[in-house]
């Protein structure tokens, strides 16, 4: 058993830490026993097992509310889920975990979103993909504490032992006594029965599960269908007005002035002013507020704004300018991040030598739902309806920006249209904090779409210069890719920007180096989708294709080859047995090696992200006008076990479609420290007639379960661009591919 | 100023003619199952019905809707309160992921079935290609737009 957290850090403000921990106790964890390792995840998790593991001595009379996961009274059951719900489904497999322990009706139980308390939850964003693995034995041990009371409390009831009982769909069941009592007439007697300690209850063995794997349908999606207000900017408070926000386009820009009495005549508008901010991009930037009746109103006047901007510490940054750059860079050598075996000298011994460089563009997350915030400060409080995926990092932040502690800062959680790593920040947050202060009112900040492409925290863009050889029997001897990258400063790559050890082939081969550089970049560039997977999976898995090509081999052959014997790679790295056997597993239903006929081709790539092992195979027609059509796409994962079958598929689905729109023709270019692109004709997302045929199949291996927000994104642009080589024998090596000329039939 | 909404006659004083179908709906009215994501007519989450057709409301000034009827989500359920079917094909097929599209996808797709009872997959393609969903949810949308269709047969 391992911690399989490669890559994962970095990705939530104050969470580096928590990792680092985990890290640090992983290496031990093969030395424990299942009973010290739940303790040591608990820790770990940030503290959120002892969080849960410390019950009250004994739970009051009442309702049955041992932990902060179960309420049961004579009404029902409410179980409440703890993590931000941005369209991974956590608001309804979170809640299946507990509800399979505890035995409950899952067609009756009411799903609530909780509040944000650390002592109850322990941490509680949308990151990583992690909400899965740190929650489910916390999970499970939750709902069986309440299980083991309700029994308990039956047991009692009718004289006979605990263990003669058995529990099914909210009931207590004494077969042998002929009778049987429901959670709800339980509860009030249950409360009053000692809280077990979670860390011993019984747990149920996977054969037992009677919830976890099916297909179940989200909790929202009633609401849903009928228009319910669950975003974030479905909220408002009474006597609420419309805010909006206008900062300088390129970051560091401050306004000197603007034409704001103009403004304030203008019809419906209640407020203007000029906000100086904290100069953090992740809190507030300095720019112009507008105050008005409704968001109309609010809209018209920004389009009417005049400012001057003083631009002495904006920032020019430039895309071309980078790639000029990034060229010259990729002949030298840069800082070593990998240096394994002699490179130099396998390339010298070598039969054949490949090179090319591998160059992808910057990207926006695009959220469907653009940035808002509802915001409410008076009296030294602030309460906030906030679409975030860090709602303690929201509550942190915004309390700094007015000045109050955190404890006077209430957040209500809200449905995201979308995270994709974008609400992992919380600068819209924080800036309709400050505009509520200021205005003296209860605020809806709202930002356009055009703010949202042009304040975005954006997925670096990056260069690979990347060489390897061969020998005569066409095994790869060496390996090496001399990255260029992007720094905020101070030379750390971005968030997602950086190479390790761990990337593929990081472990697999003998002769490997892995060389970075950064260039300076002011624009803010943080975690998207899959953070660093989503672009390292294109270039060496491209890469690898290019090499088995070279050899005239076949590339299923050349990945399992690489592969090798089955083993675990580190604490945090893949296991190659469970890469292997989703390798063939793809291939095998997606039929690899079938004749396809001319200008059609299938590719295949594998990649181990976010403790995901998934591989893909895309087939691909490409016609003589580089037009491309996705045929289909054949996806395997091992996670573990199942959850939510229908939200795991979906995650994969979606995964395989935001990949292939991203790969597409999806670009965020800077000139002068500005965005070019600033709206969805400019940035052209998938539709439904290029979704291609997604055909998703499972490992359910027992390795404990791990998240499927992001995993199923990496492999997919090297299977398709792998796939259009086998198709046209031309090698993709830019991103989007439409910067090579191709575009989607 | 009057408007016609899901059945309800609403009046509507001092509004900026100009203003979209959207916000009118969304702030006036209180009606916020109608989304905003683009506000150019480029990703359907403010779609609605005026008159049965599909309509873009981020782009349809009120002044421009007149006494024509229109359908929000909010408006879709049978008269009973039960989820029409293409809403319950939806619940059925687990369709949303972050759900931001869905009641745009819902309106398209109803505007389809009203004109083409039993649309074929390319003409749910070309109806429902002007709406974005970020999530790549196509093809749970367009498996519950033929459930829909299917169980609409049955009954109808
Ligand atoms: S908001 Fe109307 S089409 Fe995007
Ligand atoms: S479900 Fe998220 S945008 Fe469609």
Known sequence: ?745 | MKLKVNSETIDLDGLDPATPLLWVLRDEIGLVGTKFGCGISQCGACTVLVNGKATKSCSMPISGVGDSEVTTIEGLANEDGTLSALQQAWVDLDVAQCGYCQSGQIMAAEALLRSNPEPSDAEIDQALDPNLCRCGTYLRIKAAVKTAATNLQSAG
Not at chain 1, 259 to 271: F, Q, R
Request: net charge negative; charged share 20%; with cysteine.
């Open chain 1, 1 to 745: 058993m391992s911690l399989n957290y490669e890559d994962i850090g970095k990705v939530v403000p104050g969470l580096d830490r928590e990792f680092q921990r985990a890290e640090n106790s992983a290496s031990q964890i093969f030395k424990l026993d299942r009973r010290q390792f739940l303790k040591l995840t608990g820790i770990v998790s940030g503290g959120l097992m002892l969080a849960v593991a410390a019950p009250k001595t004994r739970a009051s009379a009442g309702p049955l509310n041992p932990n902060g996961y179960v309420h049961i009274d004579e009404n029902g059951i409410t179980l409440y889920a703890k993590n931000p719900e941005i369209g991974q489904g956590v608001k309804t497999s979170l809640p299946m975990i507990v509800a399979e322990e505890l035995d409950a009706d899952w067609s009756k139980v009411n799903v609530v979103q909780s509040t944000i308390d650390q002592t109850k939850y322990g941490m509680q964003f949308a990151g990583g993909s992690m909400s899965i693995p740190m929650n489910w034995d916390s999970l499970r041990r939750a709902g069986a504490t309440a299980r083991a009371m309700l029994v308990g409390a039956a047991a009692k009831q009718w004289g006979v032992g605990p263990s003669t009982l058995t529990t099914k769909d909210s009931y207590v069941i004494d077969a042998m006594g002929g009778r049987k009592a429901s959670y709800m007439e339980l509860a009030s007697a249950a409360a009053e029965m000692p809280v077990p300690d979670p860390a011993s209850v019984k747990l149920k063995s996977k054969d037992q599960f009677n919830l976890l794997g099916k297909r179940i349908t989200g909790v929202d999606n009633q609401d849903l269908v009928q228009g319910k207000p669950l975003f974030g900017i479905d909220q408002s408070i009474p006597g609420m007005k419309y805010a909006v926000y206008e900062k300088c386009p390129a970051i560091g820009g401050k306004p000197n002035s603007a034409n704001l009495d103009e403004i304030k005549a203008l019809p419906g508008i209640h407020d203007a002013f000029i906000l100086e901010g904290t100069n953090n991009a992740m809190e507030v930037m300095p720019g112009v507020a507008i105050v008005a009746n409704n968001t109309w109103a609010a809209l018209q006047a920004k389009r009417n704004l005049k400012i001057e901007w003083d631009e002495t510490e904006a920032c020019t940054d430039s895309w071309s300018a980078a790639q000029a750059s990034a060229k010259e860079i990729s002949e030298k050598s840069g800082s070593s991040v990998v240096n394994a075996g002699d490179v130099d000298a396998a390339f010298e011994n070598s039969a054949q030598q490949v090179s090319g460089l591998y160059t992808y563009h910057f990207v926006s997350h695009a959220n469907l739902e653009p940035q808002n915030c509802t915001a409410w400060y008076h009296d030294g409080q602030l309460e906030l309806r906030a679409p975030t995926q860090t709602p303690g990092q929201a509550v942190m932040s915004s309390a700094k920006v007015v000045g109050i502690s955190p404890q006077m800062v209430t957040l209500h959680q809200t449905r995201c249209g979308g995270g994709f790593g974008r609400r992992l920040y919380n600068d819209f947050v924080c800036e309709a904090a400050a505009i509520s202060k200021q205005a003296g009112v209860p605020v809806k900040l709202q930002w356009t779409r055009e703010d949202d492409m042009a304040y975005d925290l954006y997925r670096a863009g990056g260069f690979h210069q990347m060489d390897g050889s061969i020998d005569s029997e066409g095994k790869i001897t060496g390996w090496r890719d001399r990255f260029t990258t992007f720094t905020n400063g101070g030379g750390r790559p971005v968030s997602g920007g950086g190479m390790s050890a761990g990337v593929f082939p990081g472990g697999l081969l003998e002769n490997l180096s892995v060389e970075q550089t950064a260039l300076e970049w002011k624009t803010r560039c943080a975690a998207w989708r899959a953070p660093g997977s989503n672009v390292f999976g294109f270039v060496v898995m491209s890469f690898l294709d290019e090499l088995a090509q070279a050899a005239g081999r076949d590339s299923l052959e050349v990945l399992l080859e690489v592969l090798g014997e089955p083993r675990q790679l580190g604490a945090r790295g893949m296991h190659t047995g469970r890469a292997a056997g989703v390798v063939k597993l793809a291939a095998k239903k997606a039929g690899w090696g079938k004749d396809l006929g001319s200008n059609r081709g299938m590719g295949i790539a594998f990649y181990y992200s976010h403790a995901g092992h998934i591989a893909e195979v895309a087939d691909v027609s490409v016609d003589s006008d580089k037009k491309v059509r996705v045929n289909k796409v054949t996806v395997a994962a091992d996670v573990g076990p199942i959850v939510n079958l229908s939200g795991a598929e979906n995650q994969l689905q979606g995964s395989v479609v935001d990949g292939l729109s991203t790969m597409l023709g999806l670009s965020v270019t800077f000139e002068n420290g500005r965005v070019e692109q600033s709206n969805f004709h400019r940035y052209p997302i998938l539709r439904m007639s290029h979704t291609p045929e997604i055909d998703v199949h499972f490992v359910e291996s027992d390795y404990p379960p791990t998240g499927l927000g992001e995993p199923g994104f990496p492999p997919l642009a090297p299977a398709v661009c792998n796939a259009i080589f086998a198709a046209t024998g031309h090698r993709v090596r830019t991103l989007p591919i439409s910067e090579e000329g191709y575009s989607i039939a």
